[in-house]
């Protein structure tokens, strides 16, 4: 059973646009939002995370939206740079729990 | 402050064999997970260790196993290897306390195994 999904799996966009990237969750127990960035050849690092208590956080050119009674939350990438292509996870836990259930990945090609 | 370190970068075995892989985590940190990652499959769990601890196991067969020492460094060994064990292993260090930090995870490179 997957617990995250998420879309689009790969995503065009063009320089100084705006990339979108949705993921909607079914387990209500989940209390921590993180999305990941991945490039290829390195490990998966945190970029911007949420948590249920508030609808929308925003650091930089990076903005996580939050919709709790539908069990979505999205990842805003503004200005997108051909730097922001890699491999986009979002992932969800619960509290008291080091276990991370992450969506399959949307790979981010920026082009000039 | 370094970063998590894995050893080795790649790995080549063949069906049958056992491997084992190597995690340092971030300074300080006590909690160290460890991930697959596939095309196919994506990131899924396996287990996470804290203080010499397994603390949760994901849904991985028993030739998956791991352990974790004083200094908080871990291994994972996969024994009687598959060619669907080939994959990315990755390995997450956390402060393993509680508050806001505890759920930031940092992954490490990862290691790349190959079955042949």
């Known amino acids: 059973q997957q617990q995250v999904k998420q879309s689009p799996q790969s995503l065009i966009v063009q320089k100084g646009g705006i990339s979108i990237i949705n993921c909607a969750y079914e387990?209500?127990?989940?209390?921590?939002f993180p999305w990941y960035q991945q490039f290829p050849g390195k490990g998966p690092a945190l970029l911007i995370a949420?948590?249920?208590?508030?609808s929308e956080k925003k650091e930089g050119r990076f903005t996580i939206s939050f919709n709790k009674s539908a069990k979505q939350f999205s990842l805003h990438i503004m200005d997108s740079q051909p730097g922001d292509s890699a491999t986009y996870f979002c992932?969800?836990?619960?509290?008291?729990?080091?276990?991370?259930?992450f969506g399959k990945g949307t790979k981010l090609s920026v082009i000039p | 402050k370094a970063g998590v370190t894995q050893t080795p970068r790649y790995l080549i075995k063949t069906r049958g064999q056992q491997v084992t892989l190597s995690c340092s985590p971030i300074?300080?940190?006590?909690?160290v997970s460890w991930y697959q990652q596939t095309p196919g499959q994506g990131l899924q769990f396996l287990f996470e260790?804290?203080?010499?601890?397994?603390?949760n196991k994901g849904n991985f067969p028993g030739r998956f196993s791991g352990r974790q020492f004083s200094n908080s460094r871990s291994e994972m060994n996969v024994s009687t290897l598959e060619l669907g064990d080939s994959a990315l292993y990755l390995c997450?260090?956390?402060?393993?306390?509680?508050?806001?930090?505890?759920?930031?995870?940092?992954f490490g490179a990862g290691t790349r195994l190959s079955v042949l």
């Open positions: 992932a969800a836990t619960w509290a008291g729990s080091y276990q991370l259930t």
């Open positions: 387990n209500t127990a989940f209390d921590y």
């Open positions: 300074s300080g940190h006590r909690s």
């Open positions: 260790y804290f203080s010499e601890t397994q603390r």
């Open positions: 949420i948590r249920p208590d508030v």
């Open positions: 997450a260090s956390s402060t393993g306390t509680e508050g806001l930090a505890k759920n930031i995870q940092y």
